[in-house]
C-alpha cells in the first residue's frame, strides 16, 4: 500500500503537469490578485471605486490591464471606440476569432466586481492556456470595452449601433463620449469604420457577477444566461383637480393620489399574476403641485416591466393599462400614459452555447441555474452581430453599483474555470 | 284702492328715506365699484391679481383705500406692523372698539376677492353708517392688515404673535417683513408696543369669501363661520431595501412603494370613517431615489388632518398611526414618523356671535349653513384676542387663489348687509 500521505502530493504534481492535464484550471490567488491591484485605481474613502470611464483611475487602470494582457501573450491594441483589444493567434488562420471580455469602468461609488470579474477572468483563461501550452484552433480576442455603464459605448461601436448624437452625451467622469474616447487613445470620427458584421466573431463569452440575489440565495455556483431582458417604460398620469385641502370637503375632492395608490398596487398584482420571472416596478411617484396642503392635481407614476419576451411584457401591459383606464373611470379622473423609449430589446443567449456552458459546469462539479440577466450588459450589444453566452457568479445578496458589491476568490475562479471550458468546447464545435 | 302700480314706488321712496328706514342696506353698486376699482391695482395679463404684500401694487392700492376710509369718515393711521386703522368715534367713550376688516394683498397671481370682499365691505358699512345718520354706542375700528397672504404678519402682531425671527423671512415681493412693513409706514422695531390684549376690543368681525364650494353648491347666500380648523401634518417614511428593478426577482424585493400605496388608501378611508366635516389629504408622495429602474429604498408620505378640534384631529390620527404601523409591519418595511410643526391651532368663532350673525342674516332672507373655515385669515389670530365672528359669502366653484375666484355683486352685497346688521345687534348686546 502506497502510503496515504503523500497521495495528494502525487496527485497534485500529475495534474499540475500541462500534458497530462484532463481539465485546465486558473490559478485562483493570480486571479484575485489582479482584481484586488485594479481594485487600487480609484477607490475612495467610503470603500466604493470611482473608476468612471474616462478618469484618470480608469485611464491609469487601462494601463495595468495592457500589461497584465501582454504578459499573458496577447497581442494588445486600441481600437477606434476605445475598446483594448487583445488578439492572439489560432492555428487555423481561417477560422472566426471567440471573443470574451468584460468592462472595467464603474458607475460613481461602485464596486470591485460588476466588470472586472469578466475582464480578469478573460485574461486569466489566456494565461492559463499560456502556461498550460494550449493552443485553440481559433483565434481568441480578449475585449475590455470602453464605458461599459456609460451606455455600452464600446460594445455598442463594435455592433455598429453607437450614434453620433450618443458621442455629443456627457459621461460620468464630466466629458463627452467624444472627447472621453479621445482620452482612451480611440478615434470617434473613425469609429463607422470598426463595425463587426453576423460571423466577423464565432462568438462571443462574458463572465460577470450576477447583480441579483438568486445564486447566492439558492447557493449556486453558476448562472447559464438565457438572455439579457426587454425593458419598457411607461408613465401613468391621473389628473383630478387640485384643491385647497383645508377648505374642500372630502365628498367634493376629485383627488388623483386615490387612483394612482390603487395603480400601484394594481401593477404589483398584475405581474405577480404571471408564472415567469418577469419583473414590474414602480420606482418613481410624484403628485403636483406635491404640497402637503394642496390635494392634488395629478399624480404620475412611472412604471417598468422586464421580461425575455417582449411579448410576454406587452400583454402584462396590457393588462395593466386596462386596470389603469379602470380606475381612472371608477374614480373621474383622466388618464393620459405615456410610452418612454428606453431602447432596450432582449438579446437572447444562442442556445447551443447556453448548453454547452451548462456541460462544462456541470463536468467542473458545479451547482448551476439557467436564468436571465435582468440587468443591461455588453454582451447584449454584442449579441447583435454574434452568437452570445454569458456565465455569472454568485453576487452576495444581489448587491451591485455599490461598495459592498462582493463575490468570493472561489466564486470568480469557477466562474472563469467554466468561461475556460466553454471556450475550450467551442473550439471543438464551431468549425 | 289705491292704484297698485305706484306701491313699489312709494314703498322704495319711504324706505330709502334714512330716518324711516329700519333695516339700513348697503349700496351694492358701489360696494362693487370700489372692489372692481381696488382690483386694477396689480392686475396682470392672466387676468390675476399680482398685488402681494409690499409690492408697489400693494402700495398704491393702500392709498386708494385710505382715501375711500377718510371719505367713510374715519380717522385713519398706520400702526407700527403696517395695517390700515380707521377709527369712528361711538356715543359712549367707555366701551370697547368693535373691530372688523380683513386684507387686501393677494398670492401671487391671486383673485380679485379673497380679502378685498371683507375689506371694501367693511369701508362700505361705515359709509352706510355715516349716510344713514347712524352712531354706534361703541366706538368702530377698521383695520385692514398688512401682509395676510405672507404670514398673517399684521394681524399676528396685533395678537403679540409675531416672533423676531418671523420679520427676517423675505416675502412674495422680494424683501424681508421687516423691509416691507418699514414700506408700509410701519416700524417693526416698535411692533411689540402695538399688541392688544383680552378685552381690549369688544368683538372682532370678518367677512370673507368662503374659499370652499360649500355655499356655492347648496345655493346658500351665508356662511357663519363655527371657527378656523387646526392643521396638524406628519411624514410618514416607509423604509425597505433600495435594488435593482431588473435583477431582483418579485419574491425577494423589500419595496416600500407597497405599503406607502396601501397607506396612502388608509388614509382616506379612516378620515372618512368619522362622522363630521374633518378633512385629510395627502398631498405630497416622494420615493427614493426615486428612479423607474430602482426598487425604491424609502417612499415619503405626507399626512395632513384639519378639523375644528384638535382632540378629534389626534383621535383620527391615532388610527392613522395604528394603521402605518400595520402596514410596515405586514410588508417587512421600516416606518419612521415626524410630527411637522405647523403652528395652526383651532380658533372657534364666539358662540353669542355665532347666533347674532346667523339671526341677522335671517332676518335679511338670506339662506345660511353654519360651516367650519377650512383655511387660515386674520381672525383667526384676532381670535387670541377677541370674541371673533366670521361671515362667509359664496365663492364660485370654490376656486380661490387663483384668477378664477368669483363672487357675485349680489353675494358680496349680502354678506356686506349681514356685517352692518351685525354690527348694529353686538352695539345693543355688549355693553
Avoid: C
Avoid at 417582449?310 to 383622466?334: F, P, V
Avoid at 469557477?414 to 468546447?425: C, F, M, S, Y
Amino acid at each position: 500500500m502506497t502510503n496515504r500521505k503523500y497521495l495528494p502530493i502525487l496527485l497534485s504534481f500529475f495534474l499540475s503537469y500541462p500534458a497530462f492535464s484532463q481539465t485546465p484550471k486558473v490559478n485562483p490567488d493570480r486571479l484575485h490578485e489582479s482584481l484586488m491591484k485594479l481594485s487600487t485605481f480609484g477607490k475612495n474613502a467610503a470603500g466604493g471605486s470611482d473608476r468612471v470611464a474616462y478618469s484618470s483611475y480608469d485611464l491609469h487602470a487601462r494601463e495595468y490591464v495592457q500589461g497584465l494582457m501582454k504578459e499573458a501573450g496577447l497581442d494588445v491594441s486600441i481600437d477606434f471606440a476605445g475598446n483594448i483589444i487583445g488578439r492572439k493567434a489560432g492555428k487555423n488562420p481561417n477560422l472566426k476569432p471567440i471573443a470574451f471580455g468584460s468592462h472595467i469602468d464603474e458607475v460613481p461609488n461602485g464596486g470591485d466586481y460588476d466588470g472586472p470579474v469578466g475582464s480578469m477572468g478573460a485574461i486569466e483563461v489566456v494565461r492559463t492556456f499560456s502556461e498550460n501550452n494550449i493552443t485553440t484552433d481559433h483565434p481568441l480576442e480578449v475585449i475590455i470595452f470602453a464605458n461599459e455603464e456609460g451606455g455600452v459605448v464600446g460594445s455598442r461601436a463594435l455592433a455598429g449601433a453607437l450614434s453620433e448624437d450618443a458621442l455629443q452625451v456627457v459621461s460620468n467622469s464630466g466629458v463627452t463620449q467624444y472627447d472621453g474616447i479621445k482620452l482612451l487613445g480611440g478615434n470617434p470620427e473613425r469609429i463607422p469604420e470598426l463595425k463587426r458584421n453576423p460571423g466577423d466573431l464565432a462568438a462571443y463569452l462574458e463572465l460577470h457577477i450576477e447583480q441579483g440575489g438568486i445564486l447566492d440565495a439558492e447557493k449556486l455556483d453558476i448562472g447559464v444566461v438565457e438572455g439579457i431582458v426587454a425593458i419598457e417604460w411607461w408613465e401613468f398620469t391621473f389628473a383630478g383637480k387640485a384643491n385647497h385641502a383645508g377648505t374642500t370637503p372630502m365628498n367634493k375632492r376629485n383627488d388623483p393620489m386615490l387612483p394612482a395608490a390603487q395603480f400601484v398596487l394594481a401593477v404589483n398584482e398584475i405581474v405577480n399574476s404571471y408564472e415567469g420571472r418577469q419583473v414590474g416596478t414602480v420606482g418613481k411617484i410624484q403628485a403636483f403641485p406635491g404640497a402637503g396642503n394642496v390635494i392634488p392635481g395629478e399624480v404620475k407614476v412611472n412604471v417598468e416591466l422586464r421580461d425575455l419576451s417582449s411579448e410576454k411584457i406587452w400583454k402584462i401591459y396590457a393588462d395593466i393599462e386596462a386596470r389603469g383606464k379602470q380606475l381612472a373611470l371608477e374614480s373621474q379622473t383622466e388618464l393620459a400614459i405615456k410610452h418612454i423609449e428606453v431602447a432596450s430589446k432582449p438579446a437572447l443567449a444562442d442556445p447551443e452555447i447556453r448548453k454547452v456552458i451548462q456541460a462544462q459546469a456541470e463536468k467542473l462539479g458545479y451547482g448551476t441555474k439557467s436564468l436571465p440577466s435582468g440587468a443591461g450588459h455588453d454582451a447584449q450589444e454584442m449579441a447583435r452581430i454574434a452568437p452570445m453566452g454569458m456565465i455569472f457568479i454568485p453576487s452576495k445578496d444581489g448587491i451591485s453599483h455599490a461598495p459592498a458589491e462582493y463575490s468570493s476568490k472561489a466564486d470568480i475562479a469557477n466562474g472563469a474555470n467554466v468561461l475556460l471550458h466553454t471556450i475550450l468546447e467551442l473550439d471543438k464545435l464551431l468549425k
